[in-house]
C-alpha cells in the first residue's frame, strides 16, 4: 500500500533523470508507491549518462574490495538478464588491454590477479601474435595483451530512455525542465523540493543528481559530500572503421584514469577517447583542440591503423568523481535521505546494481516495498534498436504502416515513422536531441545536414509546435531563428 498523504506529493523523488536515477525509479516503481523524478534538463540522460563510452564493464579492473567493484561485477549479469526485456542491445565484443612495452606487459600479470580477485576468471594473458590475430589493428609494436572476452558495447541513450520509459509506464512521473534550487522541510517533516517552476513536496529524498549531488545533499543537511568534474574528449569515426576495430582495445591504466581507448559501438562507429582532466566548471562541455588532440593520439597509439579514418563527430563529457574513490551509496533513515553519487562512467555498467542496492537499503530502513523481482509493465516494443535492421528494410512494416518507408535521415536510414514514435513515447521526444537519442538520426556522416529540417517537420506536427518553437536541447536552444531580412531590402510604411 502506498504510504504518501494528502500533504505530500510523492513517497519517493528522485532528484536526476540519469541512468542512475532512472534506474532506481524503475526499481521501486515494483511497488506501489508514488515516485517522482526531478530533472532541470529537458529529457533524459542530458548529463553524465549522455557522453560515455558506451561500455557495460565486467569490473575485472576495479579496486577489489570496493562499492564500484562490487556493483559493476553485479550490474553486468542483470544487464545480461534485463536488456531484453527492455529492448537495449548487448554486443559482447570482448576486450583486450594492449601493452606496448616490457614494463606494461609486466602490469598485465597485475590485472589479472585483479580480475580473479573481482570474481571475473575467464580473463587470459596473450602473447604477440595472439593479440594481432584478435585485434589486426593493434599496434604492431604489441609485446602482449590480457584478454577480457566478455566486456560488452551497448548503447547509453537507449539503456536510459528504456530504464526511463519501463518506469514512466509503471507510474513513474517525470517533471523536465525543474532546475532544483533549494531543499527544505516543511513542519510536518516532509521535504519540499524547490524548484525554478514551483515545489515539490516528498517523504524521501533521493539524490542521484550526478555533478550536482553534492549541492543536493547539502541543501537536504548532508554535508561532507564532495563531486568533482573530470573532463573526457572523444572522437567519433566514420562507420568505414568499424571493420577493422573487433572488439575494445584498452590500454594499461593509470592511477588517474582507465586511459584513452578504442571501441567499437553498438551503432556501428568506433570511438577514440576518452581524456581525462580535472575541471572547476561543471558546465564545461566544451571540447578542445588540445583535448581532441590528445584524444586521437592515444588511441592511435594503440591503433595507429585507424589514423586515415574520417571523424564524424567530436563530444565532450564530465564524470562525477568523488575523491573517496568510490561509489557514495548511504541510506539516512531518520532524514529519510539517500544518497546515490560520486558514481563515474561505470554507472552505466552498475546502474541495475546500484538500484537494488538503494532498495535493500530503504527496505532495512523499514520501507514497505517489494522484492526486486516483483514484476514490472513491459514499456512498448521499439521498432528498431541499435544493431538491429531499419524498418524501412523490413517490407511487413512498410506494408502496414507507409510512414516506416519515408526515409527522412538518409546517413542511418531513419524513417519518418521512427520520429513520429519517438515523440509518441512514454517519454516523449520533445527536443531535436531527444530524437537523435532515440533514433540515431542525424547522426551519421551529414551530422544533420541533409535531414534536420524534415525532422523538425514531423516534430512540428506530432507535438502541435511551430518550426520556431522546437529547440536543440530546451528552451534557450531554437533550432530555426526569426526571418531575416534580405541584404538591400527595406519596408516602406
Not at 525509479?25 to 529537458?42: D, F, I, K
Not at 535531414?451 to 511551430?466: F, G, H
Request: charged content about 25%.
Amino acid at each position: 500500500m502506498s504510504v504518501v498523504t494528502a500533504a505530500c506529493d510523492y513517497d519517493y523523488l528522485v532528484v536526476g533523470a540519469g541512468v542512475i536515477g532512472c534506474a532506481i525509479a524503475r526499481e521501486l516503481v515494483r511497488s506501489p508507491v508514488r515516485v517522482g523524478v526531478v530533472e532541470q534538463a529537458w529529457d533524459v540522460g542530458e548529463g553524465a549518462s549522455k557522453a560515455n563510452s558506451s561500455l557495460l564493464h565486467t569490473g575485472f579492473d576495479a579496486k577489489p574490495g570496493t562499492r564500484e567493484a562490487r556493483l559493476v561485477t553485479e550490474g553486468w549479469r542483470l544487464w545480461q538478464r534485463e536488456a531484453p526485456e527492455l529492448d537495449v542491445p548487448i554486443l559482447r565484443t570482448g576486450a583486450v588491454m594492449l601493452a606496448l612495452d616490457e614494463e606494461q606487459a609486466r602490469e598485465l600479470e597485475r590485472w589479472r590477479r585483479n580480475a580473479f580477485e573481482n570474481g571475473v576468471t575467464d580473463v587470459e594473458l596473450l602473447t604477440r601474435d595472439q593479440v594481432l590475430a584478435l585485434a589486426p589493428a593493434a599496434n604492431p609494436s604489441v609485446v602482449g595483451g590480457l584478454l577480457v572476452p566478455r566486456e560488452s558495447v551497448t548503447c547509453t541513450f537507449t539503456a536510459t530512455v528504456a530504464l526511463a520509459e519501463q518506469a514512466a509506464v509503471n507510474g513513474a512521473v517525470f517533471h523536465f525542465g525543474h532546475r532544483v534550487t533549494g531543499v527544505d522541510r516543511s513542519p510536518d517533516g516532509f521535504y519540499r523540493v524547490l524548484t525554478d517552476r514551483g515545489q515539490i513536496t516528498t517523504r524521501w529524498l533521493i539524490d542521484a543528481a550526478g555533478l550536482w549531488a553534492d549541492e543536493i545533499a547539502r541543501w537536504a543537511g548532508a554535508d561532507g559530500l564532495v563531486i568533482a568534474p573530470r573532463k573526457g574528449e572523444f572522437l567519433v569515426l566514420d562507420k568505414s572503421a568499424r571493420a577493422k576495430v573487433p572488439l575494445i582495445h584498452l590500454p594499461v591504466p593509470t592511477p588517474i584514469s582507465k586511459g584513452i581507448l578504442v571501441a567499437p559501438t553498438a551503432n556501428g562507429n568506433v570511438l577514440l577517447g576518452p581524456t581525462a582532466e580535472d575541471v572547476s566548471d561543471k558546465r564545461d562541455l566544451a571540447v578542445t583542440a588540445s583535448g581532441l588532440q590528445r584524444a586521437r593520439e592515444g588511441a592511435l597509439r594503440l591503433a595507429p591503423a585507424l589514423a586515415d579514418e574520417p571523424v564524424i563527430a567530436t563530444y565532450a563529457g564530465l564524470r562525477p568523481a568523488s575523491p573517496a574513490g568510490d561509489y557514495v551509496i548511504e541510506i539516512h533513515p531518520r532524514h529519510r535521505l539517500v544518497l546515490a553519487a560520486g558514481i563515474r562512467s561505470t554507472g552505466l555498467s552498475s546502474a541495475p546494481a546500484v538500484a537494488r542496492e538503494v532498495v535493500r537499503g530503504l527496505l532495512e530502513a523499514g520501507e514497505p516495498l517489494a522484492s526486486s523481482e516483483s514484476p514490472l509493465r513491459p514499456r512498448p516494443r521499439r521498432r528498431w534498436v541499435p544493431g538491429l535492421p531499419r524498418p524501412c528494410s523490413r517490407p511487413e512494416l512498410v506494408a502496414a504502416d507507409p510512414a516506416y518507408g519515408r526515409v527522412l535521415c538518409l546517413c542511418e536510414l531513419v524513417s519518418e515513422g521512427e520520429i513520429r514514435d519517438a515523440v509518441r513515447a512514454p517519454i516523449p521526444a520533445t527536443t531535436l536531441d531527444a530524437v537523435k537519442k532515440r533514433t540515431w538520426a542525424m547522426a551519421g556522416r551529414c551530422q544533420g545536414f541533409y535531414c534536420t529540417a524534415a525532422i523538425l517537420q514531423v516534430m512540428s506536427r506530432e507535438l502541435r509546435i511551430p518550426v520556431t518553437g522546437l529547440t536543440k536541447s530546451g528552451p534557450g536552444s531554437p533550432v530555426v531563428g526569426p526571418p531575416v531580412e534580405p541584404p538591400g531590402r527595406h519596408r516602406h510604411g
